[in-house]
């Protein structure tokens, strides 16, 4: 009996092991104050929520007009690969209860943040948000990632073509599943299958100039699929 009480122990200790790295993993922390405090969207709110990482966080930081004047929620966390969004996204989409989410994720999958991950796997959990969105009636819209050719903090790896294999494959299953697509890859690429200086000082994250070209692309989505 004692033997099976120490198994019991180290199974439940194990467990909450486990808890507390998916926690720590997901960095639920990063938006659990400003959900809590959220009131729930009137029936005429408009709500949207835009899921993502540094780029989208980066964006409500460099044009907070964007969000303060439309009723978007952003929820982008830096460094974040779509294994960690798939985690949060209950919390910090779902749970609030929008008509439209909005993805823009793969690229930190792409720069191995969390480790390597095959490029159908980074495919897979973003059409997994997107699966878990329609099935509690929120509207998905499937962003393409930016263009890359570098990066800054990982310069052994080359993203280019897997950020254009990646924007292939989001592409085909929106036009299969009748989803809108935005193209911000074909809007902003550079002649060396990257971004150009203007639009990203580092080739990665958007300047304000980056940020112009996308507002009216993914405000005209939202637009096109509230109608």
Same mark, same amino acid.
């Given at each position: 009996?004692?033997?099976?009480?120490?198994?019991?122990?180290?199974?439940?200790?194990?467990?909450?092991?486990?808890?507390?790295?998916?926690?720590?993993?997901?960095?639920?922390?990063?938006?659990?104050?400003?959900?809590?405090?959220?009131?729930?969207?009137?029936?005429?709110?408009?709500?949207?929520?835009?899921?993502?990482?540094?780029?989208?966080?980066?964006?409500?930081?460099?044009?907070?007009?964007?969000?303060?004047?439309?009723?978007?929620?952003?929820?982008?966390?830096?460094?974040?690969?779509?294994?960690?969004?798939?985690?949060?996204?209950?919390?910090?989409?779902?749970? &609030?209860?929008?008509?439209? #989410?909005?993805?823009?994720?793969?690229?930190? $999958? !792409?720069? @191995?943040?969390?480790?390597?991950? %095959?490029?159908?796997?980074?495919?897979?959990?973003?059409?997994?948000?997107?699966?878990?969105?329609?099935?509690?009636?929120?509207?998905?819209?499937?962003?393409?990632?930016?263009?890359?050719?570098?990066?800054?903090?990982?310069?052994?790896?080359?993203?280019?073509?897997?950020?254009?294999?990646?924007?292939?494959?989001?592409?085909?299953?929106?036009?299969?599943?009748?989803?809108?697509?935005?193209?911000?890859?074909?809007?902003?690429?550079?002649?060396?299958?990257?971004?150009?200086?203007? &639009?990203?000082?580092?080739? #990665?994250?958007?300047?304000?100039?980056?940020? $112009? !070209?996308? @507002?009216?692309?993914?405000?005209? %989505?939202?637009?096109?699929?509230?109608?």
């Amino acid at each position: 009996m004692k033997k099976y009480f120490l198994l019991l122990c180290s199974l439940v200790g194990f467990n909450s092991f486990a808890q507390d790295n998916t926690v720590a993993f997901a960095n639920f922390e990063k938006y659990e104050a400003e959900n809590k405090v959220l009131p729930a969207p009137n029936p005429t709110e408009n709500r949207v929520v835009f899921m993502g990482n540094s780029i989208t966080e980066g964006w409500k930081n460099m044009h907070p007009d964007f969000f303060e004047e439309n009723p978007y929620i952003d929820r982008g966390i830096s460094g974040q690969t779509t294994s960690q969004m798939l985690l949060r996204f209950r919390r910090d989409v779902i749970d &609030l209860q929008p008509k439209v #989410v909005t993805f823009l994720a793969g690229i930190n $999958d !792409i720069a @191995e943040n969390t480790g390597p991950i %095959a490029l159908e796997d980074v495919y897979g959990n973003i059409i997994s948000m997107v699966e878990l969105a329609k099935a509690n009636n929120i509207i998905p819209i499937i962003c393409s990632t930016l263009p890359a050719n570098h990066f800054p903090w990982r310069e052994r790896i080359n993203p280019t073509e897997k950020v254009i294999e990646l924007n292939q494959m989001l592409k085909a299953y929106a036009d299969k599943h009748q989803i809108v697509y935005v193209d911000y890859y074909t809007a902003m690429v550079d002649d060396k299958k990257g971004l150009s200086k203007e &639009l990203a000082s580092d080739g #990665v994250h958007p300047t304000s100039k980056g940020y $112009d !070209i996308m @507002e009216p692309m993914i405000k005209e %989505a939202i637009d096109k699929v509230l109608k």
